[in-house]
């Protein structure tokens, strides 16, 4: 490990355990595995280290996520409002502070922040900031600080980490799996997490309103720009009619980016907030560039923004900006 690296987990870890204070432990909202991993393994390390600390997010956890260790455990803003303010939290997989929604009304207003993830475009709002985008997942960068400071490994641990592995890189297909990625992931499972049953609930199991609703936004998906970009779009009518929640949505916009020929794909959904977007490319196209000019953010390859409703206003700006990329030879191109 580079020693730059070491320090910072060193760094990390006085600062987990300086102060008596219970430490917040927030990821964003609609949190996905690695956001889930990376706050459920966090909250154990931090027990493990003699510290107290509480789990809470904006939105209720995906049920599918529901063998994580603690997962009973990640609170709700109202059932922490009676104990707050807190005036210490760990962030994790959140690229600015704005990710982590409604929990701010549980944060003091002069509250310290450590700040762990591997988005690109991280604007390190931390007083601690352990930001690495050549991380495959926010949870590789937990499990390198429990090997730089000695935390002791169990499976409940395992199974937490392995979790964001395995989700942030599609199941060890996208760009980010490294042959580091795969070394952590067999440690892990020579730890105790057990593959299969990580990557049925986690990866495969479908809830029938969510292949409901996959059936009927396939047949709606529209080519533009050539047949190099694919949309797909999920209206609230959608929703209500496949009996589908926003976290059906979950996967939806990889059928897009899936189609032959196609380069980037969006999947707009209308929501209570706005027009939500997912960003999705297959080599060539920078999409959390993309998404940074809707105030979005994220990867290179995955990234999301809200827009502005009503949809075919939000659907019009996406077209417009990715139509300029991709005729651009230059922009786009990573
Ligand atoms: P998804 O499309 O699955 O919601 O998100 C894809 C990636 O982009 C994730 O890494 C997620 O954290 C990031 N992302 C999604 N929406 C936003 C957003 O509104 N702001 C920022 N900064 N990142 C986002
Ligand atoms: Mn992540």
């Not at 060193?10 to 609609?30: E, K």
């Not at 966090?42 to 997962?71: C, E, T, W």
């Not at 059932?79 to 929990?103: K, W």
Request: glycine letters at 8%.
């Amino acid at each position: 490990m580079i020693d730059s690296l070491a320090a910072a987990y060193r760094t990390l870890y006085g600062w987990l355990i300086a102060d008596r204070d219970d430490v917040l432990v927030v990821s964003h909202v609609r949190p996905d595995g690695d956001a889930l991993g990376a706050q459920t393994a966090m909250h154990r390390i931090i027990q493990k280290l003699g510290r107290r600390s509480a789990m809470v997010n904006a939105d209720h956890p995906p049920k599918r996520f529901d063998y994580l260790p603690g997962y009973a455990e990640i609170h709700t803003v109202e059932a922490l409002m009676s104990r707050g303010p807190y005036r210490r939290a760990v962030f994790v997989d959140c690229a600015d502070r704005a990710r982590i929604g409604d929990v701010e009304a549980l944060l003091s207003s002069d509250a310290r922040i450590a700040n762990i993830d591997h988005h690109a475009t991280n604007d390190r709002y931390g007083e601690i900031n352990v930001v690495r985008a050549e991380a495959s997942s926010t949870c590789e960068i937990v499990y390198d600080f429990v090997r730089a400071v000695g935390v002791a490994m169990d499976e409940a641990l395992a199974t937490a980490l392995y979790t964001g592995l395995l989700t942030d890189t599609g199941g060890f297909r996208y760009q980010n799996t490294s042959p580091k990625v795969l070394h952590d992931a067999a440690e892990l499972v020579e730890c105790g997490a057990e593959p299969y049953s990580i990557a049925e609930q986690a990866l495969e199991t479908m809830s029938l309103p969510q292949l409901r609703l996959l059936a009927r936004v396939l047949g709606d998906i529209q080519l533009y720009a050539g047949g190099r970009v694919a949309l797909i779009e999920v209206t609230a009518e959608a929703l209500r009619e496949a009996g589908a929640e926003l976290d059906d949505t979950e996967g939806l916009v990889h059928y897009a980016r899936n189609i032959e020929g196609v380069e980037v794909a969006v999947l707009l959904r209308e929501q209570d907030e706005g027009i939500k977007a997912s960003f999705r490319s297959r080599r060539r196209v920078d999409v959390a560039a993309l998404a940074q000019k809707f105030g979005g953010g994220g990867h290179v390859r995955a990234a999301g923004a809200t827009l502005a409703p009503p949809m075919a206003e939000a659907r019009a700006r996406v077209l417009e900006v990715l139509r300029a990329t991709l005729s651009n030879p230059e922009e786009g191109k990573r």
